[in-house]
C-alpha cells in the first residue's frame, strides 16, 4: 500500500514536470533556432514570460461566444494534463499508464484537436472555419499514420501500455529493428504536422492565408490564449517524449530511487534539447509546403508506419 | 525471433528493409536525377546487403558480387544515366503521378503479396536469410509497378535495373547467390543494356522530341492531318543522293 502511494506520488510530480517544463522546450527550439538563423535569441524562458503576460491580462471575448467558446480552453489544457500524466518522463511503471494506453493518447490528442476546431467554428468569422476545416484534414490524415507507427511499437513489445513498452525496450538492448525505423519516420513526420511545425505549418506566421492552427484560435485572448499555447506546447514536448522513450530509453529510471531518478533527468534532458536541435535543423533547411501538398507528406508518413508494420511481420516475427 | 539472430544477421534484415525503402522512393520520386541517385543508393545497399551476407554465411564468391554491383550499379549505370540526361537536357524535368498515394499503397500491397507468396519457401528455408526473401521479391514487383505507371524513358529504365537488383537480391538471401560465372553474364547483359537503352533514348529523342513513351502508341497519320515536316523534304525510296 505504501510504495503504491510512493509511486502514486511520483506519477503526480512527474505529471507537474511535464506541465512545468514543457515552455522550456519550446523556449530551447526557439533559441537554437534564432541562433542558426543568425537572429538575436530570446532566453530560453522567454515562454514562461509570455505565458505571465498572457495569464495577467484582460481578455477580449467577443459578443456571440457560446459557452463552448469560453470551457475550450480548459478542455485543451485538461486533455494535455492527461496525455502528459500517462508519458513516462524520468520513470517508468508509473500506475497512470495502466489506466490509460497509447490510444487512448491518441483519443486525447483528438478530444482536444476536435473541440479546439468547434471553438474556431463557434465565432462565426471566416479565419476560424478555414483553420478548423484545414486543421480537421491534417488530422485526419496524420491520425491513422500515428496509429501504425504506434501498433509497430506494440507489435513488438506485445502491449500498448507506455510504461512497460519502453521498459520492453529498454530491457531488449540494442536489436537493430528495421521496424523501428520506420516507425520513427513515420511518427517524426507525423509529429511535426501535428504540432504545426514547418513544413505543414509555420508556427512563426501571422499571416491568414497560410495559418493552419493560429487560425482557429485567433479570437482567443488573455488566460484562454494562455491556456491553449500551453496546451500546444505541451504537445510538442509529449510528441518529443514519446520519440524519445520508444526508440532512445536508454538511461530511463526503472526504479524511484534518487541516484535513478536524478541520472535519468539529466539523460532526458540531453536527449530533448538533441531533439529540439534535430527539430531545429529540419525546420530551417525546409519550407513549408502549399496545402494541397501536405496530404502527400502525411501520405509519405503513413507508408513508412505501414512499412513499420509489415517489416515488423515480414522480416522480425519469422516463419 | 530477431532478438536471437546475432548482429550481422539483424544488419542483414535492417539493410534488406532499406533496400526495400529506396524502392518506395523512387516510386514517389518524380523528379529524373534524383530517380538516379536513388537508384545509385539501392546498389549500394543492395552490395552492404551482400557484403554481409558472405561474412555471415562464409561465401567468399560473394564479395565478388558485392563489387560487381558497386561497379556497375551503383558508379557505371547512374554514371551513364547522369551523362544521358544531362546530354538530352532533361535533369531537371519531371514527370506528375496521377494518384502519387494511390501509387504508394499499391506497392504496399505488393510486399503484402510477396509476403505471401514467398511464405512456403520460408517455412522450408533453414537459412538465417530466409524472412528476406518476400521483401527480394517486392523489390522485383514494384521495380516493375514503376515500369507500369511512369511514362518516360528514364523512369522505366530505372524501372527495370530495379527489378534486376531484386532478382540479385533475392538470389543472394535465397541461395547465397547464383554461380559466378552466371553472375557475371547477368552483369555483362545489365551493361550492355544499359547502353542500349542510351542509343534507344537518343533516338526517341530524334523522332519524337520527347522521352514520353506513350507517344509510341500513337499514329502520325490518325492523328495529324498534316504530314510531318521530314516526311516530305525526305526523298523517294530508292533514289541514292
Known sequence: MDSQLIAWAHAALQALLFVAAAPLLTGWVNRVKCHLQNRAAAPVWQPYRDLAKLLRKRMVLAENASWLFRDVPYIVFGAMLLAAAVVPLVAVRLPTAAIADVIVLVGFFALARFFTALAGLDIGTAFGGMGASREMMVSALAEPAMLMAVFTLSMTAATTNLSIATEYILQAGLVLRPSFLFALLGLAMVAVAECSRIPVDNPATHLELTMLHEAMILEYSGRYLALIEWASQIKLMIYAVLIVDFFFPWGIARDFSAAALAISAVAVTAKLMLLGVVLVAWETVLAKKRLFRVPQFLGYAFLLSLLGVLSHVVLETGG | ?241
Open chain 2, 1 to 241: 525471433m530477431l532478438a536471437e539472430l546475432s548482429l550481422f544477421s539483424q544488419a542483414i534484415i535492417l539493410f534488406a528493409a532499406l533496400v526495400l525503402l529506396t524502392s518506395f522512393i523512387m516510386l514517389g520520386q518524380t523528379r529524373t536525377m534524383p530517380l538516379i541517385f536513388t537508384f545509385a543508393w539501392q546498389g549500394l545497399l543492395l552490395a552492404v546487403v551482400t557484403v554481409l551476407v558472405a561474412h555471415v554465411s562464409k561465401h567468399p564468391h560473394l564479395y565478388v558480387s558485392a563489387a560487381l554491383t558497386v561497379g556497375l550499379k551503383v558508379v557505371l549505370i547512374p554514371w551513364l544515366l547522369h551523362r544521358l540526361s544531362v546530354q538530352l537536357n532533361m535533369q531537371y524535368d519531371s514527370e506528375e503521378l496521377a494518384h502519387p498515394s494511390l501509387l504508394l499503397l499499391g506497392g504496399a500491397a505488393l510486399v503484402i503479396f510477396s509476403y505471401y507468396v514467398s511464405l512456403p519457401i520460408v517455412h522450408l528455408s533453414g537459412l538465417a536469410t530466409r524472412n528476406t526473401i518476400a521483401v527480394s521479391i517486392a523489390v522485383e514487383l514494384i521495380g516493375m509497378l514503376l515500369m507500369i505507371v511512369r511514362r518516360t524513358a528514364v523512369a522505366q529504365v530505372i524501372g527495370f535495373m530495379s527489378m534486376e537488383n531484386g532478382l540479385f537480391f533475392s538470389a543472394v538471401v535465397s541461395t547465397y547467390g547464383m554461380p559466378l560465372i552466371v553472375e557475371l553474364g547477368v552483369a555483362f547483359d545489365v551493361l550492355v543494356a544499359a547502353i542500349l537503352f542510351g542509343v534507344f533514348f537518343i533516338h526517341l529523342r530524334d523522332s519524337l522530341d520527347s522521352l514520353d513513351v506513350n507517344r509510341l502508341n500513337r499514329l502520325s497519320e490518325a492523328d495529324d492531318a498534316v504530314p510531318l515536316p521530314e516526311t516530305i523534304s525526305a526523298p523517294p525510296t530508292g533514289t541514292h543522293s
